[in-house]
């Protein structure tokens, strides 16, 4: 099982970009995905989750009203919109998928996650 983030790069404040996610290898049952990101010289956080069958989506306090998470089931894709972007939403972002139930508490964890994409850097200039 394979995650391939993409969609990064660097935008001024304000700006907008939107991140994908796409699965591919072997099927693989996915309950919930999500997105996270570290900054150079901070801890990997949690940005945002959705469960793959009725969505359900949380989002962390930093982005809430701004960024948007969504999933294409056709197309095995996740997305992250982010509107008003600041330079401190400045880091790589990273997309995971775990296969097994989770409470909302359990899926803002990096640990929960069993699958993860290689990262995506965003760059926001001021």
């Known amino acids: 099982v394979q995650l391939q983030a993409s969609g990064g790069g660097l935008v001024q404040a304000g700006g907008s970009l939107r991140l994908s996610c796409t699965a591919s290898?072997?099927?693989?049952?996915?309950?919930?995905m999500g997105w996270f990101r570290q900054a150079p010289g901070k801890e990997r956080e949690f940005v945002a989750a959705?469960?793959?069958?009725?969505?359900?989506?949380i989002y962390a306090d930093s982005v809430k009203g701004r960024f948007t998470i969504s999933r294409d089931i056709a197309k095995n894709t996740m997305y992250l919109r982010m509107n008003s972007l600041e330079p401190e939403d400045t880091a790589v972002y990273y997309c995971?998928?775990?296969?097994?139930?989770?409470?909302?508490?359990?899926?803002?964890?990096?640990?929960?996650?069993?699958?993860w994409g290689q990262g995506t850097q965003v760059t926001v200039s001021s």
């Open positions: 995971a998928a775990r296969g097994r139930f989770a409470t909302p508490a359990t899926m803002t964890l990096s640990s929960s996650y069993d699958y």
């Open positions: 290898g072997r099927a693989f049952s996915r309950y919930v």
């Open positions: 959705i469960t793959w069958s009725s969505p359900i989506t």
